[in-house]
C-alpha cells in the first residue's frame, strides 16, 4: 500500500507544485494542501526497510528513508508543519474557497490583478480552538510526533550497539 502511495505522491507532483508555488496562504484549498504534504512525508515511507521482492505489484516506490531513519530534524519539520496547520485551520478564513492564480504553460500568472478575493481574517475562531480536535487531541498527537522525535535520537546508536553484539 506505501508504494502505491509513493506513486500517487510521484504522479500528482506537477500539480502540487503549481499549487504550493501560486496559492494564497489561507482558506481551504491551502490547509488542504498542507494536510497532503504532512501526510505524503510521513505516510509516503515504510516504517522499516523493505526488500525489492517483499513488495508486490511490480516496480517498488519508496521515498528516499524509511520512518525509523528520520533524522530528528525531519521530525522537527514535521512538527513544525503541524503546529502551522493548527494556527492556519484555527483561523476564521480557514474555511474560505480561495482558489490559486490561473498560470499558463510557463508558470506566469494569467487573467485580472484585482480578481475578486476573499478577504482574509487571521483572527482565531474561539469556538473551534476550544474544541476537542483542536485542544486534548491536538496535545496527543504532537506528543506522540514528539515522541517519535526522541526515538529517532536513540535510533544510530541502538543499531550500533546491536552490529557490535
Not at 499549487?19 to 494536510?35: K, S, V
Not at 491536538?138 to 522525535?149: A, P, V
Amino acid at each position: 500500500f506505501v508504494g502505491r502511495r509513493v506513486f500517487l505522491i510521484k504522479s500528482m507532483m506537477y500539480m502540487l507544485h503549481r499549487l504550493i508555488g501560486h496559492q494564497y496562504d489561507y482558506g481551504r484549498l491551502y490547509n488542504h494542501t498542507c494536510i497532503s504534504n504532512i501526510v505524503a512525508r510521513v505516510c509516503g515511507r515504510h516504517a522499516y526497510v523493505i526488500p525489492d521482492e517483499v513488495e508486490e505489484g511490480g516496480k517498488l516506490y519508496q521515498l528516499a528513508d524509511c520512518l525509523v531513519d528520520f533524522t530528528p530534524d525531519k521530525w522537527k519539520t514535521v512538527i513544525g508543519q503541524f503546529q502551522r496547520l493548527r494556527k492556519s485551520m484555527l483561523r476564521n478564513d480557514a474555511s474560505l474557497i480561495v482558489l490559486p492564480s490561473k498560470l499558463d504553460d510557463d508558470n506566469e500568472r494569467l487573467g485580472d490583478a484585482d480578481e475578486t478575493l476573499p478577504e482574509s481574517d487571521d483572527e482565531i475562531n474561539e469556538e473551534l480552538e476550544s474544541h476537542t480536535d483542536f485542544s486534548k487531541k491536538y496535545i496527543k498527537m504532537l506528543d506522540l510526533m514528539k515522541f517519535h522525535m526522541c526515538l529517532s535520537h536513540l535510533q544510530p546508536q541502538l543499531e550500533t550497539a546491536i552490529q557490535g553484539a
